[in-house]
T-cell receptor, first 113, second 113 residues
Framework: AQTVTQSQPEMSVQEAETVTLSCTYD???????LFWYKQPPSRQMILVIR??????QNATENRFSVNFQKAAKSFSLKISDSQLGDAAMYFC??????????FGTGTRLTIIP | EAGVAQSPRYKIIEKRQSVAFWCNPI?????LYWYQQILGQGPKLLIQ????????DSQLPKDRFSAERLKGVDSTLKIQPAKLEDSAVYLC???????????FGDGTRLSIL
């Protein structure tokens, strides 16, 4: 069974600084998809960034970028120039083929003004 | 583009009562998902529909949970009878298909007394 591990239950960062959230996963598949979702107190899960495993280039979306290390099964999220609105729970998730999303347990990110 | 709509936003019931949740996906999205998110955990898939057919319901407690998606659009999730451990947020998501990104609604927070 596929598992997703987020080893940092909580993280904090000073506003305007950079923070990296860690995620590792376990799979025997070679073709899959990885996602980072953000969940603010409003509860809605918002897609932050997506990575296809067959792509070697790391995905980037404005201030958000990933460090995808396929051999190490690692998928970390870097948030640059942190803003107060970035405060939320962040979930790493994994999906293969037409199967379900498997989520990690989340990292609560606090932004310090 | 209108997002995924869910209702109610909150529900409080006593154990052994029944409850139903409603979800209206984004227009044109063929795939619909129901997730259960227990406090402090990532969402767990309960059931996945492709149009009005069930793709995956392997983690749905079928003795008490049921779901339907009539006409391949709206969906309802029902719990009967509810147990204390069913207290959670129930999230609905939709996508154009796998492996397209899933778009989530705001969820229903269910409290069982």
């Amino acid at each position: 069974a596929q598992t997703v591990t987020q080893s940092q239950p909580e993280m904090s960062v000073q506003e305007a600084e950079t923070v990296t959230l860690s995620c590792t996963y376990d799979t025997s598949e070679s073709d899959y998809y990885l996602f980072w979702y953000k969940q603010p107190p409003s509860r809605q899960m918002i897609l932050v960034i997506r990575q296809e495993a067959y792509k070697q280039q790391n995905a980037t979306e404005n201030r958000f970028s990933v460090n995808f290390q396929k051999a190490a099964k690692s998928f970390s999220l870097k948030i640059s120039d942190s803003q107060l609105g970035d405060a939320a729970m962040y979930f790493c998730a994994y999906m293969i083929g037409n199967e379900k999303l498997t989520f990690g347990t989340g990292t609560r990110l606090t932004i310090i003004p | 583009e209108a997002g995924v709509a869910q209702s109610p936003r909150y529900k409080i019931i006593e154990k052994r009562q029944s409850v139903a949740f409603w979800c209206n996906p984004i227009s044109g999205h063929a795939t619909l998902y129901w997730y259960q998110q227990i406090l402090g955990q990532g969402p767990k898939l309960l059931i996945q529909f492709q149009n009005n057919g069930v793709v995956d319901d392997s983690q749905l407690p079928k003795d008490r949970f049921s779901a339907e998606r009539l006409k391949g659009v709206d969906s309802t999730l029902k719990i009967q009878p509810a147990k204390l451990e069913d207290s959670a947020v129930y999230l609905c998501a939709s996508s154009l298909g796998v492996p397209q990104p899933q778009h989530f609604g705001d969820g229903t927070r269910l409290s069982i007394l």
